[in-house]
């Protein structure tokens, strides 16, 4: 090709940047001793002749291209190598021209890798990354062998072992040692434990126990799998895995608890006989109800001996191990864990374990069918620990509930507990929670005949006494005896509370105000209006509910609703404080409509109320149709004598274990409104106490605010309220514990009384107990309430005339200022009837409604302790829960639906 075209440089070029030769060595060079004709050009490419003209490379007279070349080299090669070694290996003169780089020195690791430019020189090539990963793999293996052969298999006797637990009082000292320790666990061997509950287990949890290693990679990678693409939450591990942890080791979940659990399970699977793993498991597993270890579960379940067990209750204690929280039929800790949900579950897990049992060849067809066929093996009522009896067991479970509930709070599981070995102090004060139960025994033992009337019988009581300051639950009373009655009756109960919700309404009417009828549903604060006590509602009789903009609400079968009050008394135009005072209903039911109920859940729920217990927001929301329980409606009010701050409620301060503090309780409290709103509803239940249904409380001499509550058919009754010291809820209740199908049953007739009121029995224990807990507390004063809200006047009200508003409550005397009414507002009945009324679900033409769904019925009475009218508790079918259907403990996870 012709060299004319190739672009001619630009004089940057090696050799254009080299000094030109001599003319004896040009000369020499070139075989002669005659210097060339002409000087070479400035761009070092041709020749220019004396007038400058340039001559072509390789016209006559003149060297060759090539040798012009090799002369211009000749003596440009020792400089180029010169400068190369002078610059580190940069091209000959830096410049652009077409000089060779001189090569780099060869390295052990090319990283940055020689010879490229950019980006390319920080990839590492594929050589480089092989080695590395090699590398890396061998190091893992050796480490993994170290690891092996330095790692011991503890004693299993001795880390299997359960200590007792001990649990303090307030003061410090000791209030019970508890706990299963070794006495709920005793070790059987194989052959006494039957072949058909060793196949459950297998077929259910690891079929290829027999044939795996003791650990099993494909099932880790899969659980490991499941969780990365947002799956539930899988162990993965083998039966000698599980072994090994329940065994070995806590059940922390941490990378290096697994690397153990890992490297224990390799080595025990390689020591250890198959047979012998498979009875150290079932040995050391936790089957729930404190029960460690096959023999003790037998026990607890079926009082049987572990070798006694059926092929179909094998098949149920193999779904226990998988989780007894969620599967004891008799309901666990948390929403999920209602006896209801469990049972279901159960049965599901125990179908699928005898399917599975087929299905890995150790079961006939015809045995599983046969056992279906027979139906689930139901497991019997749990047993209680001697030392747990009277109120003991209750506390005891409060605690060990509040530490477990919430393990990222505490950072100690159930079964960590179970365990043993701590040290648990608690908030309950001895000497409130013996006066609370010798109160309320006094007053049953007074009152409460169940030989001289079939009324009697069933009538149970709850209660609880919380601190408002810091929430502390210094009492409790959960029911006769722990150990006869399972049922904590100061925790989620089911029971409804009527008209001591109230106060959430009115608070929600004084913090969010009622919307504007012109405006849309959903409105903010700038067009709503903050309501004041001495806002005027319509307090007659059966007045046609309406939404909040004027129009008649219709339930979805388009009837009206026209709400009842207490004896079907219509009371005309009265302020809100008055209806508060005698819990009239017809205007708090429209009010809960004007706010909107949304906000009087909102409201319940920042004064400490559970979510969980909370009825559905139909118009009936507003008048109790919830079921908090005792301590839950004890710290909410206690919310209001804080002047609106709420402090969760708690039960254990700190929990030790070999002298190392595992729980220190945090004190968890927040704003929940504002001062003028919680000091104005607490004058408002000073009333109460003072002027209203709740004058029995004026007994206890000292300032007081309260609240009376009655439910739909007199079916149960309550009385909370506060000083600004302590903070106390009663209920009182008929359930047949011991009832296929439970109901709560009607009081009328109970204790010679034609009906029960939120201001007879639980009144009377409320006032007695808190006299005797107050006993040497310094007399105080609520604070002064400031102006809140504008009077507002509700559906059918006019500014014209103006009621009567009752003033503030005056000094507190010991006699009532009203006397009791002696007729009941509805007939009694002598036998007790748990049947739901056969009206439809708000039907305007019932004057006895219920119905099942939790939307509330048409009444029940909150009877005259001192002054006339009463609460309509508008409670639905009390037979039914009057919250969701997982009901809630006072820590906020439901503990399991009431029994029916």
């Known amino acids: 090709m012709s060299g004319n075209r190739r672009k001619p440089p630009q004089g940057r070029g090696r050799r254009a940047a080299q000094p030109p030769p001599s003319p004896g060595r040009r000369a020499a060079s070139r075989g002669g001793g005659q210097a060339p004709p002409s000087a070479p050009g400035p761009d070092g490419y041709g020749r220019r002749d004396a007038q400058g003209h340039r001559s072509e490379p390789g016209a006559p007279g003149h060297g060759g291209r090539a040798e012009a070349r090799r002369a211009a080299q000749g003596g440009g090669r020792r400089r180029a190598a010169a400068a190369a070694n002078a610059q580190g290996g940069r091209r000959a003169a830096g410049g652009r021209g077409r000089g060779r780089a001189v090569p780099e020195r060869k390295r052990f690791i090319d990283y940055p890798r020689a010879g490229k430019d950019g980006l390319r020189r920080w990839i590492p090539s594929w050589k480089l990354m092989t080695g590395l990963c090699l590398g890396f793999l061998a190091l893992l293996v050796g480490l993994a062998g170290i690891a092996l052969a330095l790692v011991d298999v503890p004693n299993p006797k001795l880390a299997a072992k359960a200590e007792k637990n001990v649990y303090y009082w307030k003061d410090g000292t000791q209030m019970v040692v508890a706990g299963k320790g070794d006495r709920n666990r005793q070790i059987v061997g194989i052959n006494e434990i039957p072949k058909h509950m060793q196949w459950a287990v297998i077929a259910a949890e690891n079929e290829s126990f027999y044939q795996d290693s003791g650990v099993d990679p494909m099932g880790i990678a899969r659980a490991v799998a499941k969780m990365a693409m947002g799956g539930e939450t899988q162990s993965g591990s083998t039966i000698t895995q599980q072994y090994v942890k329940n065994t070995y080791l806590d059940q922390s979940q941490t990378l290096t608890r697994k690397a153990r659990e890992l490297l224990i399970s390799i080595k025990v699977g390689a020591k250890m006989e198959k047979k012998d793993i498979l009875a150290g498991y079932l040995n050391t597993g936790y089957y729930g109800r404190g029960a460690y270890g096959i023999q003790a579960a037998a026990q607890a379940y079926y009082r049987v001996d572990a070798n006694k067990l059926s092929a179909s209750q094998s098949a149920f204690l193999a779904a226990t191990l998988n989780g007894p929280n969620l599967y004891d039929p008799e309901g666990g800790v948390g929403s999920a864990a209602t006896p209801e949900k469990n049972l279901k579950r159960a049965k599901a897990r125990w179908s699928w374990t005898l399917d599975r049992e087929v299905a890995t060849g150790h079961m006939k067809k015809s045995t599983r069918d046969a056992i279906k066929a027979k139906g689930f093996p139901m497991p019997k009522e749990p047993k209680k620990s001697t030392e747990l009896k009277g109120q003991i067991g209750y506390l005891v479970d409060l605690a060990n509930n509040y530490i477990t509930n919430d393990s990222t709070r505490s950072g100690i599981s159930q079964r960590q507990l179970e365990r043993g070995g701590y040290r648990i102090h608690?908030?309950?004060?001895?000497?409130?929670?013996?006066?609370?139960?010798?109160?309320?025994?006094?007053?049953?033992?007074?009152?409460?005949?169940?030989?001289?009337?079939?009324?009697?019988?069933?009538?149970?009581?709850?209660?609880?006494?919380?601190?408002?300051?810091?929430?502390?639950?210094?009492?409790?009373?959960?029911?006769?005896?722990?150990?006869?009655?399972?049922?904590?009756?100061?925790?989620?109960?089911?029971?409804?509370?009527?008209?001591?919700?109230?106060?959430?309404?009115?608070?929600?009417?004084?913090?969010?105000?009622?919307?504007?009828?012109?405006?849309?549903?959903?409105?903010?604060?700038?067009?709503?209006?903050?309501?004041?006590?001495?806002?005027?509602?319509?307090?007659?009789?059966?007045?046609?509910?309406?939404?909040?903009?004027?129009?008649?609400?219709?339930?979805?079968?388009g009837n009206e609703w026209h709400q009842r009050n207490d004896g079907n008394e219509s009371r005309g135009m009265i302020t809100l404080r008055t209806a508060m005072q005698f819990s009239v209903n017809t205007p708090f039911i429209q009010l809960g409509m004007d706010v909107g109920t949304d906000k009087v859940k909102q409201a319940a729920l920042d004064a400490g109320v559970?979510?969980?217990?909370?009825?559905?927001?139909?118009?009936?929301?507003?008048?109790?149709?919830?079921?908090?329980?005792?301590?839950?409606?004890?710290?909410?009010?206690?919310?209001?004598?804080?002047?609106?701050?709420?402090?969760?409620?708690?039960?254990?301060?700190?929990?030790?274990?070999?002298?190392?503090?595992?729980?220190?309780?945090?004190?968890?409290?927040?704003?929940?409104?504002?001062?003028?709103?919680?000091?104005?509803?607490?004058?408002?239940?000073?009333?109460?106490?003072?002027?209203?249904?709740?004058?029995?409380?004026?007994?206890?001499?000292?300032?007081?605010?309260?609240?009376?509550?009655?439910?739909?058919?007199?079916?149960?009754?309550?009385?909370?309220?506060?000083?600004?010291?302590?903070?106390?809820?009663?209920?009182?209740?008929?359930?047949?514990?011991?009832?296929?199908?439970?109901?709560?049953?009607?009081?009328?007739?109970?204790?010679?009384?034609?009906?029960?009121?939120?201001?007879?029995?639980?009144?009377?224990?409320?006032?007695?107990?808190?006299?005797?807990?107050?006993?040497?507390?310094?007399?105080?004063?609520?604070?002064?309430?400031?102006?809140?809200?504008?009077?507002?006047?509700?559906?059918?009200?006019?500014?014209?005339?103006?009621?009567?508003?009752?003033?503030?409550?005056?000094?507190?005397?010991?006699?009532?200022?009203?006397?009791?009414?002696?007729?009941?507002?509805?007939?009694?009945?002598?036998?007790?009837?748990?049947?739901?009324?056969?009206?439809?679900?708000?039907?305007?033409?019932?004057?006895?409604?219920?119905?099942?769904?939790?939307?509330?019925?048409?009444?029940?009475?909150?009877?005259?302790?001192?002054?006339?009218?009463?609460?309509?508790?508008?409670?639905?079918?009390?037979?039914?829960?009057?919250?969701?259907?997982?009901?809630?403990?006072?820590?906020?996870?439901?503990?399991?639906?009431?029994?029916?």
Not at 463 to 475: C, E, K, M, T
Not at 494 to 499: E, K
Not at 752 to 772: D, L, R
Request: aromatic letters at 8%.
């Open 426 to 557: 608690t908030t309950f004060e001895k000497k409130k929670v013996m006066k609370l139960r010798k109160t309320v025994e006094q007053v049953q033992k007074k009152n409460i005949d169940p030989d001289k009337r079939d009324v009697d019988k069933y009538v149970q009581f709850g209660g609880a006494s919380v601190r408002p300051q810091d929430g502390a639950i210094l009492a409790i009373y959960g029911g006769a005896d722990a150990t006869t009655h399972f049922r904590n009756n100061a925790d989620y109960t089911g029971v409804q509370v009527g008209s001591t919700f109230k106060p959430f309404v009115m608070a929600a009417a004084m913090r969010d105000g009622v919307r504007d009828p012109e405006g849309p549903p959903e409105q903010g604060p700038s067009t709503r209006t903050k309501v004041s006590p001495k806002s005027i509602y319509n307090g007659d009789n059966k007045i046609k509910l309406r939404n909040y903009n004027g129009t008649v609400w219709h339930d979805k079968d």
């Open 610 to 900: 559970n979510e969980d217990s909370l009825a559905k927001t139909t118009p009936t929301f507003s008048l109790g149709t919830s079921a908090p329980s005792a301590i839950r409606m004890a710290s909410a009010y206690g919310t209001f004598a804080t002047s609106g701050t709420h402090t969760e409620p708690y039960s254990v301060t700190k929990v030790e274990r070999k002298g190392e503090v595992k729980y220190q309780h945090k004190k968890v409290s927040e704003a929940a409104f504002d001062r003028p709103v919680a000091d104005n509803i607490t004058n408002m239940l000073e009333t109460v106490v003072q002027k209203g249904t709740g004058t029995t409380a004026r007994g206890l001499g000292r300032p007081a605010a309260g609240k009376t509550g009655t439910t739909d058919d007199n079916r149960s009754a309550w009385f909370t309220g506060y000083t600004p010291q302590l903070s106390t809820s009663i209920g009182m209740w008929r359930v047949n514990d011991t009832a296929k199908n439970q109901k709560f049953l009607k009081m009328y007739g109970v204790g010679g009384q034609e009906s029960i009121h939120g201001a007879s029995f639980p009144a009377e224990i409320w006032t007695k107990y808190m006299k005797e807990a107050l006993k040497g507390s310094p007399v105080m004063k609520f604070p002064v309430p400031e102006p809140i809200g504008e009077k507002v006047y509700g559906d059918g009200a006019s500014p014209s005339p103006t009621p009567t508003e009752t003033s503030a409550p005056p000094t507190p005397s010991d006699e009532p200022s009203e006397t009791p009414s002696d007729e009941p507002s509805e007939s009694p009945s002598n036998s007790p009837s748990s049947t739901s009324s056969s009206c439809p679900p708000l039907n305007p033409d019932c004057d006895e409604q219920s119905n099942g769904n939790g939307n509330g019925g048409n009444g029940g009475t909150d009877g005259p302790g001192g002054g006339p009218g009463g609460d309509s508790g508008d409670t639905g079918d009390t037979g039914d829960p009057g919250g969701n259907d997982s009901g809630s403990n006072f820590f906020g996870g439901p503990t399991g639906s009431r029994r029916e």
